[in-house]
């Protein structure tokens, strides 16, 4: 198979050919010799340990064990006949279980005799057992050990396994590959000085010791090669972008805030800003100073006030001559947005208006013409803006709420919109990001963080409470009810599952009835199977005061402000990730009275699950809780990065590898500052590969 090269088709390599080739090309994107070599194995199984039979427990964990065997059966009818061997160790005991190939297996396995087993864990209600294990004689152990000691775990699918194209068969097929091809082929794409200062492998050598390797100083040699390469990769595309954007990216010029902005900041303002806010804002202001383009996120927990900067930034572009569209995920949050945008703006001659996908004919048309004409200054919507029939006169700020809820495509049909430069980019995100994700995921932004709440706010009293105390809960909701309060109640899933022990938001409300029977009581039924006016029709009740309680689902995490909703009860609350809790708690909290957030669980409940819990109770500073939320849970979806297809990584773990990304991120900025274009020498590969991102890196300047 010398033969091979790095762009040769896999069907080539030996027990592949074409059927399976096609396979592992749809499940897997595997098309090429080179990208089945960087399908990396996520774990190895070490063959140089033996396991004991009183240590397993964990069903489908691979072992190495050294068993006695005791005696053979064969269970079953003539024709359907499984093989039963008791064997064990100083520990216990085990079966090993054939359900063929008997004949083989009966004539070497001998009683009384040794042997070194090698298999998969079942653990089935009467008992352990390992199906078809390898087995080898112990008088074998000196050519087993000269054999691969570390066997390597590569992932697969439920499609590939059905075609016997599992773990094991990935591992055969690579080997074979690895034992064949020609590996100088793999061009080097790290510069001589870095692979020097950070004492890493080349990389062929790494390629082939992560596939086959003797030791375990092999594999954390090779896995670090490709952690530090894959994390530098993705710092120095966001540093050469960063970069590119500052120094090279033409940008509207706004010196002067202008008179909007001055007369609704000296005139009109309802409230006194936090110093935060007053920081975040000068902070923005300097960037459409620059004649750069900005580029900016902006965090801050839930009711920080990021929407009324949001809107002075609007003013400040209104002053210029420019228009500003503000773009929602969800039409609730969108309206949610207006409203108060429109309110805001009710003394002042400055046009806004609403587009959501439920928004036809004429009122439509007339948004279009009047945004295409230059006489409506501020749009808000959902993606119903990003449309080709939606064109603006002259945009020049684009605000982006949750902007992970969308696309990277979906953003970039909305910068294209304007016709002169690229717009000012303002994104918002009440979600908290911690600082080794923000490297991953927003590297290539300036980052403002608003970390004040206004004056006055109190902080939620938060208390987790298990099922057996409900009737607690429930007495106290009535008090809260009775001095004219309103309650939420969350629930995770809406419809029965034999999977989850979760009571769904039906049978929740019927139970709700017993207790606050109507007409005394009124209860506000939301989730996202409602149609779109039925679910308006049951919000606005809420809003208006006229139900007492809203049962919903999490379609209320974002939109909903009542500030006379001072009770939040998350009903099976281990089954949320921190910071889903964190924003749901958010939604009280919103008026002068305390408000409570309410974590109601099953009596008995995971150590995680436990753990979370508690971080809840003692904190409401989102950016711990995000922290932790990152090392209980892993990445997750926070970022969004199945939509914007830029930082999936495929080996390292930002969580476990913070050590590395800092090194990688450091690097990056260090050499990006010395040499902006990477047009030194001694940068070539690195601009070799920058420019084969060239598409992400279009797509990373939009956000």
């Known amino acids: 198979m010398s033969f091979l090269k790095p762009d040769s088709s896999i069907e080539y390599i030996k027990g592949v050919g074409p059927a399976k080739a096609e396979l592992l090309r749809k499940e897997l994107q595997i098309s090429t010799v080179e990208q089945l070599l960087f399908h990396f194995p996520f774990r190895y199984i070490d063959r140089t340990q033996f396991n004991k039979v009183k240590d397993l427990n964990a069903d489908g964990e691979w072992v190495f064990l050294k068993l006695r065997i005791i005696k053979l059966t064969e269970q079953g009818s003539r024709k359907f006949k499984v093989l039963v061997i008791k064997a064990s160790d100083d520990t216990g005991n085990i079966d090993l279980v054939w359900f063929r190939s008997h004949a083989w297996v009966k004539d070497k396995l001998i009683p009384g005799k040794e042997f070194l087993v090698f298999g998969k864990v079942q653990n089935q209600a009467y008992g352990l057992s390992l199906p078809h294990p390898e087995v080898e004689a112990l008088d074998n152990l000196n050519e087993i050990e000269s054999k691969q000691k570390f066997i390597p775990v590569y992932s697969t699918t439920e499609k590939l396994i059905q075609k016997g194209l599992n773990s094991r068969a990935i591992a055969r097929i690579t080997e074979q590959l690895v034992q064949n091809f020609i590996f100088e082929d793999i061009q080097e ?7 020097d200062k950070y004492r890493l492998e080349s990389r062929n050598t790494s390629l082939k010791n992560i596939h086959s390797p003797n030791t375990l100083q092999q594999i954390e040699s090779a896995q670090n090669r490709f952690k530090f390469e894959e994390l530098f990769k993705f710092q120095l595309n966001l540093a050469y972008n960063k970069s590119k954007r500052k120094n090279f990216q033409q940008g509207f010029l706004w010196n002067s805030a202008g008179e909007s902005f001055t007369n609704f900041y000296n005139h009109l303002l309802p409230f006194q800003l936090t110093n935060a806010q007053k920081r975040v804002i000068k902070e923005i202001h300097t960037d459409l100073r620059s004649g750069k383009q900005m580029n900016r996120l902006l965090q801050g927990d839930v009711g920080s006030g990021k929407t009324i900067v949001a809107l002075l930034i609007m003013l400040i572009a209104h002053g210029n001559g420019y228009q500003s569209c503000l773009m929602a995920p969800t039409e609730i949050l969108a309206k949610q947005h207006f409203q108060g945008l429109n309110e805001l703006l009710s003394n002042t001659t400055i046009k806004i208006n609403i587009l959501t996908g439920s928004i036809k004919g004429k009122e439509r048309n007339k948004i279009l013409e009047d945004l295409q004409a230059g006489t409506l200054n501020i749009l808000v919507g959902t993606h119903a803006v990003i449309e080709d029939s939606v064109q603006f006169n002259n945009l020049g700020l684009v ?47 300036d980052v403002s963080i608003i970390d004040e709440l206004p004056p006055g706010r109190k902080d939620i009293i938060t208390r987790h409470i298990k099922d057996r105390h409900r009737m607690d809960l429930y007495k106290f909701m009535k008090e809260e009810i009775q001095s004219s309060r309103q ?9 029965e599952s034999e999977v989850l022990d979760i009571e769904n938001l039906q049978l929740g409300y019927e139970k709700l009835l017993e207790y606050f029977p109507l007409p005394q009581y009124q209860i506000s039924v939301v989730h996202g199977k409602l149609k779109p006016a039925d679910k308006e029709m049951e919000m606005k009740r ?16 974002v939109g909903v402000n009542v500030p006379n909703a001072t009770v939040m009860v998350i009903e099976n609350a281990e089954r949320f990730g921190l910071s889903q809790l964190h924003q749901l708690r958010g939604r009280v909290g919103r008026g002068s009275d305390q408000s409570y957030c309410i974590l109601m669980s099953a009596d008995h409940i995971g150590r995680d699950s436990q753990a979370r819990m508690k971080i809840m109770c003692e904190t409401q500073d989102g950016f711990k809780i995000a922290e932790e939320d990152l090392r209980l849970r892993g990445p997750g979806d926070l970022s969004g990065t199945k939509q914007s297809g830029l930082y999936e990584l495929a080996i390292a773990d930002i969580k476990s590898d913070e050590a590395i990304l800092l090194a990688a991120n450091k690097l990056a900025n260090i050499i990006i500052e010395k040499d902006p274009l990477l047009d030194q020498p001694v940068n070539q590969l690195l601009k070799k590969f920058v420019m084969q991102s060239s598409r992400k890196i279009e797509l990373g300047r939009i956000s």
């Open 189 to 195: 794409n790290l510069p001589p000085y870095i692979i």
């Open 399 to 445: 605000v982006i709420d949750e902007q992970h809820r969308f696309g990277v495509e979906q953003r970039a049909k909305l910068w294209a919109k304007s016709k002169q430069l690229m717009p000012h980019v303002l994104i918002m995100s009440a979600t908290p990001i911690p600082r080794t994700l923000a490297m991953t995921q927003y590297g290539d932004l």
């Open 487 to 495: 309650v939420y109640i969350v629930y995770p899933l809406i419809e």
């Open 542 to 557: 809420f809003v208006d005061g006229r139900s007492n309680i809203m049962v919903a689902t999490t379609v209320i995490e």
